[in-house]
C-alpha cells in the first residue's frame, strides 16, 4: 500500500508554490512584511474552506471514479484539475460579472483587478442564480443515491428504507425537486423569482442531460476509450465538481475582494481534494468503511438544502463546512464501530 504522503505530493508542491506567490503578491501590493502575512492568512484560510466544504465531494467522486478505468482516473487527476482550478476559480466568478454586469470578459477581469468592491458586489448580486443552479444539482445528486432500488446498505434506516421504497414510483425524485423549486420560488424577494425558476431548471436540465449523455456513452461500443466508467463518468463528475464549487467561490468573497487570492487560496484546496479522491479508491477505502458514502451524500444533500436556502435568507460559512464535515465523522464512527461487531 502505497505511503498516505505520497497521495499529497502535487498539492504540496502547489501549496508551497501558492504561498510563496502570495506572500511575494501581498508584499508588492502591500509594501509591508505584515500586509504580506495578512494576505497569506486569507490564502490559508481559503484553502481550509475549500478542504472543509469538499471533502464530501471526494467521497462522492470517489464512488464513481472507483468505476472509471485507470487512463480515465489519470485524466479525471490531470485534465479535471485543470477545469477545477483554472475554469472554477478564475473563468467562472469573471463569467459571473461579465453576465450579471452585460460586460465583456476582458472588461470583468479588468474590473475585477482595478474595482474589486465592485466585483464583489456584482457577484453577491447574481448569488441568487448560482444558488438556484447549484442547490438543485446537488439535490438530484443526493437523491439519485437514496431513491435506488440497488441500494441495499442503510445507515440511517427509518430515512433511507422510505426514500428506498420512493423509488418504485417512476421520476419521484424529479417531481419532488420541482415541488421544491416551486416552494422556493414564491419564497423570493419580488422581482428574483424568474431569475430563480430559470436558474433552477437549468441545473435540473444539466443534471438529467449529463446523466442521459453517460448512459449514452456507457452504452456504446464504439470506441473503449469513452466505454462503461470512461468519459460519461469524467464528465458527470466535472459538473459535480462545479456544483460543489458555486458556494465555496461565492463564500470566498466574504473574506476577500482580491481575486488573486481567491483563486490561489481555493486552487490549493482543490488539488487536496482531488488527491484524497484517488486515496479513496486506491486505498478502496469506502468498501472498508461501510458507511462512510452514505454520510458524503448526505453532507450533499444539506449543502444542497443550504445552497437553496441562501437564495432567501443569509446562511454563514462557519455553518456549512462544519456540518458537512459533521455528517462525514459520524458516517465514519458508525463504519468503524460496525466493523469491530462480532460477525
Keep these: 500500500m502505497k505511503p498516505?504522503?505520497?497521495?499529497?505530493?502535487?498539492?504540496?508542491?502547489?501549496?508551497?508554490?501558492?504561498v510563496f506567490t502570495i506572500v511575494w503578491f501581498g508584499f508588492a501590493t502591500t509594501g509591508s512584511t505584515a500586509g504580506a502575512l495578512k494576505f497569506l492568512l486569507i490564502g490559508l484560510t481559503l484553502t481550509l474552506l475549500e478542504i472543509s466544504l469538499s471533502f464530501d465531494n471526494a467521497v462522492v467522486n470517489a464512488n464513481k471514479l472507483k468505476y472509471m478505468t485507470p487512463l480515465w482516473?489519470?485524466?479525471?487527476?490531470?485534465?479535471?484539475?485543470?477545469?477545477?482550478?483554472f475554469g472554477m476559480r478564475i473563468v467562472?466568478?469573471?463569467?459571473?460579472?461579465?453576465?450579471?454586469?452585460?460586460?465583456?470578459?476582458?472588461?470583468?477581469t479588468i474590473l475585477a483587478a482595478t474595482e474589486p468592491e465592485t466585483y464583489s458586489h456584482i457577484m453577491h448580486d447574481a448569488h441568487v442564480s448560482v444558488a438556484a443552479f447549484g442547490g438543485t444539482y446537488l439535490m438530484m445528486v443526493a437523491l439519485s443515491f437514496f431513491v435506488d432500488t440497488e441500494k441495499n446498505v442503510d445507515w440511517i434506516r427509518f430515512v433511507e428504507t422510505r426514500l428506498r421504497a420512493c423509488a418504485d414510483l417512476r421520476a419521484i425524485e424529479v417531481v419532488f425537486v420541482l415541488c421544491l423549486i416551486i416552494g422556493f420560488t414564491l419564497a423570493q424577494s419580488e422581482g428574483q423569482e424568474t431569475e430563480f425558476l430559470f436558474a433552477s431548471v437549468l441545473g435540473l436540465l444539466a443534471f438529467l442531460l449529463v446523466e442521459v449523455l453517460g448512459d449514452l456513452l456507457d452504452k456504446s461500443q464504439t470506441n473503449a476509450a469513452i466505454a462503461s466508467g470512461g468519459l460519461g463518468a469524467f464528465l458527470y463528475l466535472e459538473v459535480l465538481d462545479a456544483s460543489f464549487s458555486f458556494d465555496g467561490v461565492i463564500g470566498a468573497?466574504?473574506?476577500?475582494?482580491?481575486?488573486?487570492?481567491?483563486a490561489v487560496g481555493l486552487g490549493i484546496g482543490a488539488f487536496y481534494v482531488r488527491s484524497m479522491t484517488i486515496m479513496l479508491?486506491?486505498?478502496?477505502?469506502?468498501?472498508?468503511?461501510?458507511?462512510?458514502?452514505?454520510?458524503?451524500?448526505?453532507?450533499?444533500?444539506?449543502?444542497?438544502?443550504?445552497?437553496?436556502?441562501?437564495?432567501?435568507?443569509?446562511?454563514?460559512?462557519?455553518?456549512?463546512?462544519?456540518l458537512s464535515i459533521g455528517f462525514i465523522a459520524l458516517a465514519t464512527f458508525s463504519s468503524v464501530r460496525y466493523a469491530k461487531r462480532p460477525a
Excluded at 498516505?4 to 501558492?18: I, N, R, W
Excluded at 482516473?73 to 482550478?85: D, E, M
Excluded at 467562472?92 to 470583468?108: C, K, L, M, W
Excluded at 468573497?253 to 481567491?262: G, K, Q, V
Design 281 to 322: 479508491v486506491e486505498r478502496d477505502t469506502l468498501s472498508e468503511l461501510r458507511f462512510l458514502e452514505h454520510g458524503a451524500f448526505y453532507s450533499v444533500l444539506a449543502l444542497a438544502v443550504i445552497m437553496l436556502t441562501q437564495s432567501v435568507v443569509s446562511v454563514p460559512e462557519y455553518v456549512t463546512g462544519p
Design 253 to 262: 468573497f466574504a473574506l476577500t475582494n482580491n481575486m488573486f487570492l481567491i
Design 4 to 18: 498516505t504522503l505520497s497521495y499529497f505530493h502535487l498539492p504540496m508542491a502547489a501549496t508551497a508554490f501558492g
Design 92 to 108: 467562472f466568478p469573471i463569467v459571473i460579472v461579465s453576465v450579471a454586469a452585460g460586460i465583456g470578459p476582458v472588461a470583468a
Design 73 to 85: 482516473q489519470r485524466r479525471f487527476l490531470t485534465w479535471g484539475i485543470l477545469v477545477a482550478v
